[in-house]
């Protein structure tokens, strides 16, 4: 289908594809599909040959051109030019970018799933309160984008970064809402901070997303 949503703030813009076409018809919407097409088969799974062409599509479609993604031996992804600050994050059906001019940026989508219950006790530290899945997700996704910006080795999830200030409805409609909250991270070398976070849901996934001025 396309582009799904936009997302526009103050420090960045972006946006999120709903990966609806198959590989081919992804692929025909770039110009220079060949190539796509060679390196996406670099990808066992299907779906990561799709993902990998959502995320390019994506990139074209919100900058009208075909931006070079390469990536940092942490994974990092930046842009060839350098000219934007990229983050990158892909669920289940999904696919999406942030870019930003004077910002590190960090993007992350979860799809919306009962099965992140499980892993809570790994992701939610004594300080924090996260019951419904909703509440989880948000943490997790939180600390995703949170992690892509400071992009270093050895976070502990649970016990380095702390989601404050987190107040957001049960949604057992699953309603869309938004909303702001702050991640404080504690690092193990000393390092402290705390980053605002915007959060977006809806009866699909939740995203967040957060910047550190460059």
Known sequence: MPLFRKINCEKGWGGIWKI????????????????????????AAERRRLEYVAVRLLIFTLTGEELQVEYLPSGRPFLRDRRLQLS??????????????????GLDIEVFSERIVKLKERLIGPEEAAETTYEILLHWSAKEAVFKILDEEGIDFRKNLTVQNLSCPAMPDHTEAKGDFSLYYHLSDGKTGTFPVHYETTADFVLTYAFRKL
Do not use: N
């Not at 990158?88 to 940026?105: C, D, K, N, Q, R």
């Open 20 to 43: 609806t076409e198959t590989f081919d018809e992804l692929c025909d919407m770039l110009p220079h599909s060949a190539c796509y097409r060679e390196h996406a088969f670099h990808f």
């Open 88 to 105: 990158i994050s892909h669920t289940f059906g999904y696919a999406a970018v942030l870019f930003s001019e004077e910002y590190e940026a």
